[in-house]
């Protein structure tokens, strides 16, 4: 079984489609939170003397996954969410003092935000699995079972 059941381009499709506004709103938030969690852990590390460098892998992973949502990969709106919570626990871990947990405050109302624009009814049809964004249905092999779908090329 593949990640994204209709084998698009991992990094988006040639000719994409415009998302719906939730969509780029949720994006530009996740993307957002990945900036201030950054900048967060910046702060920390250089008050703390820690080095938190490994941090920059989740945050990178955390920016492609905001990308992918914009794309419209299904797979990538539970992913995003769960590196941004992980994120924000990381960094509500090593917070010290009220000022460390006003940057955390901020990064979970992004995540909230977001999360609450990628789930909306109005844009659950942008994620279908089985739809392209251009209005043409994939075509896909009925005799196979429900989960493991190919398409015909």
Do not use: C, K
Request: aromatic content about 4%; proline content about 7%; glycine content about 8%.
């Amino acid at each position: 079984m593949a990640i994204d059941p209709t084998h698009l381009p991992i990094f988006g499709d040639a000719d994409p489609a415009d998302p719906p506004a939730p969509v780029r709103v949720a994006s530009t938030l996740l993307l957002a939170h990945v900036a201030v969690t950054g900048g967060h852990l910046a702060l920390l590390a250089n008050a703390s003397g820690q080095d938190l460098s490994l941090a920059i892998v989740p945050m990178g992973l955390s920016a492609w996954f905001a990308l992918s949502v914009r794309a419209g990969r299904d797979w990538a709106r539970a992913a995003a969410l769960l590196l941004a919570v992980l994120g924000v626990v990381l960094v509500l871990g090593l917070s010290t003092g009220p000022v460390d947990l006003v940057g955390v405050a901020l990064s979970m109302l992004l995540v909230t935000a977001a999360a609450a624009q990628m789930y909306r009814a109005d844009v659950r049809d942008y994620f279908q699995p089985g739809e392209s964004h251009l209005g043409e249905p994939d075509e896909v092999r009925a005799d196979v079972a429900p989960d493991n779908r190919t398409r015909h090329h």
